[in-house]
């Protein structure tokens, strides 16, 4: 699968959007952007994901580049209990390799 | 609805000690995963089950490291002779059926120190 590249911290203003980046420069075309994050003392919890176009729910937007090299995930209003680990994670259309290979992710700190 | 459920969540062994770490999930998923957290990291795979039959087992890290899910339900992960390297936390996670892009539901961890 792609690796991924994501900054290792971001803080973010209570109310405010949070913006997360993503880099995936050597993703295929059989591969999903995936977001998980991990609060603390929890296990990770899946937010969103998308192959090529733009994506949203009640958690998140996911914005994929034309090029799919890179992906944003936003958070429109972020609340405090928004703090937590973000992960992005490349995962490739097949029946092998079901498991999700997990980066460092980006710590996102929410501040009032 | 339940969740994954892991038990217990926290377990504190001696250097050599055998563990053995249950994992619930929830009802009615076909695959169910083990990964692995070190302080500090992102979880690893460890290894993957669609039903009974252990599909993939490349991530358990030595053979002191087994797992089981006999009856397609509940799983066990058991570390024998424990070491100090073993600790970390211990994720479960299932998904519905076993396809490549399905959601995985993650349970709460079962943080594992040995002294």
């Known amino acids: 699968d792609a690796k991924t590249t994501q900054p290792p911290s971001m803080d973010c203003a209570e109310g405010r959007a949070a913006n997360l980046p993503c880099n995936h420069s050597?993703?295929?075309?059989?591969?999903?952007v995936y977001w998980y994050r991990q609060i603390h003392s929890q296990g990770p919890q899946y937010i969103i994901h998308g192959l090529k176009n733009n994506e949203t729910n009640e958690m998140a937007s996911l914005i994929i580049t034309e090029d799919r090299k890179s992906s944003t995930l936003i958070l429109p209003h972020a609340t405090l209990r928004d703090t937590a680990v973000y992960y992005c994670?490349?995962?490739?259309?097949?029946?092998?390799?079901?498991?999700?290979?997990f980066g460092g992710g980006t710590r996102l700190m929410v501040k009032p | 609805g339940a969740g994954v459920s892991q038990s217990p969540r926290y377990k504190v062994a001696k250097r050599g000690q055998d563990v053995a770490l249950r994992c619930d999930p929830i009802?009615?998923?076909?695959?169910l995963f083990w990964y692995q957290q070190a302080l500090g990291q992102g979880p690893e795979f460890l290894t993957y089950f669609q039903n009974e039959a252990q599909l993939d087992k490349s991530g358990l890290p030595s053979d002191r490291f087994f797992a089981e899910r006999p009856e397609g339900s509940v799983s066990t992960l058991k570390i024998q002779r424990t070491q100090q390297e073993d600790s970390a936390v211990y994720l479960c996670?299932?998904?519905?059926?076993?396809?490549?892009?399905?959601?995985?539901?993650f349970g709460p961890g079962t943080r594992l120190t040995v002294l």
């Open positions: 050597t993703i295929s075309g059989n591969e999903y």
């Open positions: 994670i490349v995962r490739r259309l097949n029946n092998a390799g079901n498991m999700l290979t």
């Open positions: 996670a299932s998904s519905r059926q076993g396809a490549s892009t399905d959601t995985q539901y």
């Open positions: 009802s009615g998923h076909v695959s």
